[in-house]
């Protein structure tokens, strides 16, 4: 059949003149684009296999190349879009399901750019955050609902707390490391966030792949999570970590579990799931043992007695419709934290269906689960973790003044290590040595200039962080927490500001 | 080193804090005795030892989950999610067992004297020399083995409890319906025929080897000595289930 099914998405450019058929672009392509003709000393190209992760452009020691959209255009038409046609092609030839990796890129509303911050002038003096302290430590996990206080008595100046508290984490920035699996990543990307977690004081999360042994040394920043897959799950996985969470759901798949196909379960991805080589890992959907609250409640109860009490145990769950009641379920369940992954949340692989139809944004998720929890009295007893596409220490500062208690950072923290969002993890064959197991591919990320470039990044966002609150006459992040009044809102309708509890720019207190 | 616990008027909590605490003062000898059991959840969780517990009375759920190790032994009926993703050990239960026994279960082995309730053995692993076990004397109900990727169950046919036997069919076959649906590994042999509209899509039918006689040989002895009951059923009258392929969902995907 003569029709042209696999229409290129991108266009490789090559300048001739500036081109030394120095071949690099041939060797760190990992999907065939680039092809070198001895007899002519010329490398052409097929754009068709190009999936724009720009890795050759960046590596070009002559900026010989240029990755731009293909030029070859469809009839224009705001119903049918080169996307869906695309996909009809792929799938009639195949009859199967598109794949897709990274977060949604369709134009959804992205609230934090409809919400504004507020800063202090005149009747509330801002503050250099230079010159005075700014306290942006973060604790999660059950806060009492009654703190009980002791003051010793030679000591008068020192106050103790009567009762010990719950498990916490402490984090020394408001952001945590979210969940990426060995397997999905790999080991170098693993280590890197191993890594950065424990310098910049915060927490890596392993995914639902086990934990690789080479990272036990970083236990004590690590959260490890339990699926319905137990892949890697026993009692010492669960003694090697500082909290436990208990996946439920993904934003970018609520409802449907995960599948790693058999061909990415190597050796050392069979080892850390402990599971056979070259099997399925098949993640059910749900829970087999969950199909209730009071179940939900069963595993959690279940890891806390495993790990003696001793660590904090929390629940992810996607933002759907009726995340609100389902969030406050949680908590009444025992969870210590509860992690909201929104709409367009990042996944390795997923149906491009669901991740691009499914779920609502975290902004108004996260919103609406603060206020629901308020209402309700049972705040205090779980941390919010907001999840699902943090771009920057802004949108940071607006989920933690929507009621977040710490944010999830995963793509910003691949991004930081070199993706390019060309959306192709589920391949295996990244580039930049990511989204593969491929040892070819995975030696170009450096564990080393990984780990040092998410530290630079926490750290500059910290930064940013304190700037802003400094800015706003605020010192301590926990005065930020949930303080809604910090926020207004920018070309949105009242529905939204609704659920988002905040007013519209212009409207004083 | 015997120890005994009355668990009548104890918690879930404080009871499995007993269980710990002696189990750490010492490790490798403790029997321990744990009388009056009124459903108290979790007995065994987490534990990491070589001990034996003797449970008298009904444990609640989860019994022995994320166990590595010890063996229980269970005197009377065993609720839901029992072994619940056990690494190692054995529980020992005389009497039924309820739903999801045995949930991702990697190693060790479960005996069950009478019937269990459904998705027993689901997600059952198996990894490197660990190959978990169940042998269910009575029948098992839906869903057996459901996405068992590897580990082997046994279904005996046997000491099937009246009561129980009314939530079955009429027929005689000792399972329910869909047989190892989405199963890509390991193996189930169930006592006597199995209709194919009971089977799960991705398992199929096939013939006992020697290995298999073996392998069952050895277990249903076990499973005599346990609980002592019942003739030794002819090996040979056995339908043994395995997966059709270990990527079931292969060709889910347009790439």
């Excluded at chain 2, 009124?38 to 166990?67: R, W």
């Amino acid at each position: 059949m003569a029709l042209k099914t696999r229409q290129a998405d991108f266009c490789v450019e090559r300048d001739e003149d500036k081109c030394i058929s120095c071949q690099v672009c041939l060797r760190q392509c990992s999907n065939d684009v680039h092809d070198y003709d001895s007899e002519e000393d010329k490398i052409y190209s097929e754009n068709s296999k190009c999936v724009g992760c720009h890795r050759c452009e960046s590596l070009c020691p002559t900026e010989a190349l240029k990755i731009k959209l293909s030029e070859s255009e469809f009839r224009k038409n705001h119903n049918w879009s080169p996307g869906h046609i695309k996909n009809i092609y792929r799938q009639a030839d195949s009859g199967g399901i598109i794949l897709t990796g990274m977060g949604s890129d369709s134009p959804y509303p992205v609230y934090w750019d409809h919400m504004l911050l507020n800063a202090a002038q005149i009747t509330n003096p801002s503050i250099d955050p230079l010159r005075e302290p700014m306290e942006i430590k973060t604790f999660i996990g059950n806060k009492s609902d009654v703190i009980k206080l002791q003051v010793e008595e030679e000591k008068p100046f020192r106050i103790k707390l009567k009762e010990k508290l719950s498990p916490q984490l402490e984090l020394s920035t408001p952001i945590i490391f979210s969940a990426m699996s060995f397997g999905s990543i790999s080991y170098n990307a693993c280590f890197s966030l191993a890594m950065a977690a424990q310098q910049s004081g915060t927490y890596f999360n392993t995914g639902e792949g086990g934990l690789h042994k080479g990272l036990a040394a970083y236990k004590e920043n690590t959260i490890v999570q339990v699926a319905s897959g137990r892949f890697g799950v026993d009692i010492e996985y669960l003694k090697n970590a500082a909290a436990v969470e208990i996946k439920i759901g993904q934003g970018a798949k609520p409802g449907i579990g995960g599948h790693l196909p058999g061909e990415k379960v190597t050796s050392e991805v069979s080892n850390s799931r402990m599971i056979p080589q070259g099997t399925d890992a098949i993640s059910p959907a749900p829970h087999h043992d969950i199909y209730s609250i009071e179940d939900l409640k069963q595993l959690i109860f279940a890891l806390k007695e495993a790990t003696d009490y001793k660590k904090p145990v929390g629940v992810k769950v996607s933002a759907v419709h009726n995340i609100a009641p389902i969030a406050s379920g949680v908590v009444r369940a025992g969870a210590d934290f509860v992690t909201i992954d929104g709409l367009r949340g990042g996944t390795g692989a997923a149906p491009q269906v669901i991740r691009d139809n499914v779920g609502i944004p975290i902004e108004l998720a996260l919103a609406s689960v603060d206020s629901r929890l308020r209402e309700e009295g049972i705040r205090q007893n779980a941390s919010i973790l907001a999840a699902g596409s943090i771009r920057s220490s802004a949108d940071i500062i607006k989920a933690i003044a929507l009621g977040a208690d710490a944010v999830y950072i995963a793509t910003a923290a691949l991004v930081s290590m070199g993706c390019h969002l060309c959306q192709k993890c589920y391949t295996g064959k990244c580039n930049w040595g990511i989204a593969t197991q491929d040892p070819y591919l995975t030696k170009r990320l450096n564990p080393q200039i990984g780990s040092r470039r998410l530290v630079n990044l926490l750290r500059a966002w910290s930064l940013e962080i304190k700037e802003m609150l400094g800015g706003a006459g605020i010192n301590a992040i926990e005065s930020l927490r949930g303080n809604r009044e910090h926020l207004r809102g920018i070309g949105i309708g009242e529905k939204e500001m609704e659920i988002l509890g905040i007013k519209y720019a212009g409207e004083a207190w | 080193m015997n120890y005994n616990i009355n668990a009548k008027v104890l918690g879930y909590r404080e009871l499995n804090k007993r269980v710990k605490d002696i189990i750490e003062k010492s490790p490798h000898s403790a029997n321990i005795n744990i009388n009056d059991v009124c459903g108290q959840k979790y007995i065994g969780d987490g534990i990491k030892a070589c001990s034996l517990i003797k449970i008298y009375g009904v444990p609640g759920n989860d019994l022995g989950a994320f166990m590595d190790g010890p063996q229980i032994e269970v005197y009377e009926n065993a609720q839901d999610g029992t072994g619940n993703t056990m690494n190692s050990g054995k529980i020992i239960v005389y009497g039924d067992a309820g739903d999801i026994l045995g949930y991702s279960m990697r190693g060790g082995e479960i005996y069950v004297k009478g019937s269990v309730g459904y998705r027993a053995g689901i997600h059952m692993k198996a990894y490197k020399k660990k190959i978990p076990v169940i042998i269910i004397g009575g029948r098992a109900g839906d869903f057996l083995g459901e996405y068992m990727s590897g580990g082997v169950i046994i279904v005996l046919g046997q000491n099937a409890d009246r009561q129980r036997e009314l939530s079955f069919d009429s027929t005689k076959e000792v399972v329910g319906n869909l047989v190892g649906t989405g199963m890509h590994g390991g193996t189930i042999y169930i006592k006597g025929k199995v209709s194919d509209y009971r089977l799960g899509k991705e398992v199929k039918k096939m013939p006992l080897d020697k290995m298999d006689l073996e392998l069952l040989q050895d277990y249903v002895k076990n499973h005599q000595n346990f609980f002592g009951c019942g003739q030794l059923p002819d090996l040979e009258n056995f339908t043994k289930l395995i997966p059709f392929s270990h990527r079931p969902y292969g060709k889910l995907y347009a790439y």
